[in-house]
């Protein structure tokens, strides 16, 4: 095994995200070969081609498309792990077809994520089982019951247009495709070898590991999150801010020193290359999961010195001993994310109890200070280098004058700046996003090139 997985060529498996498009890395590349990111700027370069094949060992094969597909030969049939996004489903099908000689016996989904669940369909025979972790029944009847919500924010993490919405599915409407569901461990034997599954909540409530002690190899879905990117690897999302429920860092810790004690020398991911070698693994698994634990502790020391989410936002980061990027997620929404998601909605200022937010006074400093005024104090803060503060005050302008254009074109100076400072592609993603809104909001007549 280890001289096929020597002759594992990593360049040839494009990288591939969901949330990380060419389009969107391209965008980067001036930032990655500042930082000397020249590994990501290859793979995006590389996202392009055609996905290819790749035999991880004779047993174990991999269709690199929008989420890993992999395919574990046995004597007695085949187990389909993930089966990609919908549209990238039949692509993953034509590639491994040549490969799949016998029934495939076993389904099983890393985790209910679009992107892994698209293709179940299409490996279904009479008497094939799919296997989920019980908590997935749950998670897709939570993104079914929001699709509405979710599908104009998603459109816009993933830079794509929104997909049509039908009618409310309920608050258990989603279609359920797996059969056997497990709590904490599901084994079961398939032509002599061995596969044990076990619960791995991190980028998901539902994620679960499939190890196979034969070939010391875990398949570890999205918990390694972003794997795509080469290294140096990004700190997760512990909140995705398209809308997720937290995704609670002392499971994922745990998730994580799980798969560590199985002392895997193959780490197979949703996204990206595998890892190989036990020392490898250990090296970057620990590394993840030790940051993870600072970033949680450091926001729970803050919350317990009574120190509100802006100030810990600003205050905590990631040591450069971590060697970790934020450009798939970022330090300061995960501090949020784990705040938001252990103390609710409520600050402890009793102007925040009732129904009315702060922008309802809007219209009154607009009255006070004048609208010239504000939308001037905003290209100051803009030029400054404080484009936040100027959005902030764009927003008291625009409550209640939403085409004012010297407000619209300050807002687009902002967040151009913001764009321009960027390094992570998720926010990159939502400012280019705000952009073309702005620029949209201004009439004919009011041209953004007019300035403000
Ligand atoms: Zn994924």
């Not at 094949?53 to 187990?79: E, F, H, W």
């Not at 729970?300 to 905590?316: F, P, R, S």
């Amino acid at each position: 095994m280890t001289t096929q997985l020597r002759s594992l060529a990593p360049q040839r498996v494009p990288v591939s995200h969901p949330t990380l498009t060419t389009h969107r890395l391209l965008r980067f590349l001036p930032a990655l070969l500042l930082l000397g990111l020249w590994a990501i700027a290859n793979a995006a370069a590389q996202q392009q081609e055609e996905p290819q094949l790749v035999k991880i060992s004779d047993s174990i094969y991999l269709a690199p498309t929008t989420g890993n597909v992999y395919l574990v030969k046995t004597p007695a049939g085949n187990v389909i792990i993930d089966t990609a996004s919908a549209a990238q489903a039949p692509v993953a099908r034509q590639l491994l077809s040549p490969e799949i000689h016998g029934p495939v016996k076993y389904v099983i989904l890393t985790h209910g994520h679009a992107d892994h669940i698209g293709g179940i369909s299409l490996w279904k025979e009479p008497g094939t089982v799919v296997i989920a972790q019980r908590n997935y029944v749950e998670f897709v009847n939570y993104v079914a019951r929001l699709e509405g919500f979710f599908s104009p924010r998603n459109a816009v993490a993933f830079g794509r247009p929104p997909k049509p919405v039908g009618p409310w599915a309920g608050n258990f409407g989603a279609q359920i495709d797996p059969t056997v569901f497990f709590d904490e461990k599901y084994e079961f034997t398939l032509g002599g070898i061995q596969f044990q599954l076990f619960s791995t909540p991190g980028e998901t409530p539902d994620h679960l590991t499939v190890w196979i002690p034969a070939y010391k190899a875990a398949f570890i879905g999205d918990n390694y999150a972003g794997a795509g990117i080469p290294e140096p690897m990004s700190f997760p999302n512990l909140y995705a801010i398209r809308g997720t429920k937290p995704r609670w860092a002392l499971d994922w810790i745990k998730s994580i020193d799980t798969v560590l004690a199985l002392k895997p020398e193959l780490v197979l991911n949703g996204h990206g290359d595998p890892i190989i070698g036990n020392a490898e693994i250990t090296k970057r698994l620990t590394r993840y999961r030790d940051a993870i634990q600072y970033i949680h502790d450091e926001t729970v020391k803050g919350m317990n010195a009574g120190k509100d989410v802006y100030t810990l936002m600003q205050e905590i980061s990631l040591p450069a001993s971590y060697n970790l990027s934020e450009i798939f997620g970022k330090v300061s929404w995960s501090v949020r994310g784990i705040y938001d998601g252990y103390a609710g909605w409520f600050d402890a200022n009793p102007s925040t109890m009732f129904d009315l937010p702060p922008s309802s006074i809007y219209p009154d400093l607009v009255k006070l200070a004048g609208a010239d005024s504000l939308v001037r104090l905003a290209v100051e803060k803009v030029d400054a280098g404080k484009p936040v503060e100027a959005l902030h005050l764009t927003d008291v302008v625009l409550a209640s004058d939403p085409k004012n254009s010297g407000a619209l074109n300050a807002r687009i100076k902002a967040m151009q700046v913001l764009l321009d400072r960027s390094q992570n592609a998720v926010e990159s993603g939502w400012l280019e996003y705000g952009i073309a809104k702005a620029k949209g909001q201004l009439t004919p007549a009011n041209p953004a090139a007019s300035g403000p």
